[in-house]
Every structure is written in C-alpha cells, then in structure tokens.
C-alpha cells in the first residue's frame, strides 16, 4: 500500500511562494490520480488541487487557480504544489491524497483512499 510523506510547508509571507512536495513509496504510485487539500483551523477540510495518473489532467480550485499548479514526477514517485502569490488566506495544514481514478470527482475527499499526514503552510500578512 502506498504510503505519503508531505513536505516543503513554513512560514512565509503574503505574496510569496512555496512548494510542497509529496513522496510515494510502498506502491504503484501510477495507479493514483492525486491530489492535495487544505484544513484551516476551525474549518473543513477543502480541495485545492488534483492531477492524473499521466499527469496530462489537472484541477484547481477556484480560490487558487492561476496562482498554485499542481504537477507529478512518476519517476521520483512525487507530487507537487507549487504554490504563487500566497495570501493569509491560504493558511492551512496542507495534505496530500491518492486515489483510484474512477472513484469520481476529483474534488471529493471521499474519494481519496490514502493520505499523508499534512504540513503546515502559514501566511503573514
């Protein structure tokens, strides 16, 4: 079974940049579309991005489109959020999922079988 290690999360300030990285191992890690979310305090946890196995496919959320992409290395067995004009309101445990493509929407938790244990990602204002 896969197992997900996220790492890259600090503090930085607001309009600056981060990237999250997340490292597979244990598995096929081709055989999962992944994805990352966000939990702030006090909050649900909410989508923020998804690719493909292929990585030819990508989602966003709207609060973040334009300013984080989300890309994967198959051969490094590692998923990336490069993250671009960060606002407070990005503050959050950030977590990375995977999951079987034809689980459904991308953007549903629920279709995540598997997840890392998230890093913080604080932004100052």
């Known amino acids: 079974q896969v197992q997900l290690v996220e790492s890259g999360g600090g503090l930085v300030q607001a309009g600056g940049s981060l990237r999250l990285s997340c490292a597979a191992s244990?598995?096929?890690?081709?055989?999962?579309?992944m994805g990352w979310f966000r939990q702030a305090p006090g909050k649900e946890r909410e989508f923020v991005a998804a690719?493909?196995?292929?990585?030819?496919?990508?989602y966003y959320a709207g609060s973040v489109k334009g300013r984080f992409t989300i890309s994967r290395d198959n051969a490094k067995n590692t998923v990336y959020l490069q993250m671009d004009s960060l606002l407070p309101e990005d503050t959050a445990v950030y977590y990375c999922a995977a999951g079987d493509s034809r689980n459904g929407l991308a953007s549903r938790s629920a279709n995540y079988d598997l997840w890392g244990q998230g890093t913080q990602v604080t932004v100052s204002s």
């Open positions: 690719i493909s196995w292929s990585g030819y496919t990508t």
């Open positions: 244990g598995g096929t890690f081709t055989s999962y579309r």
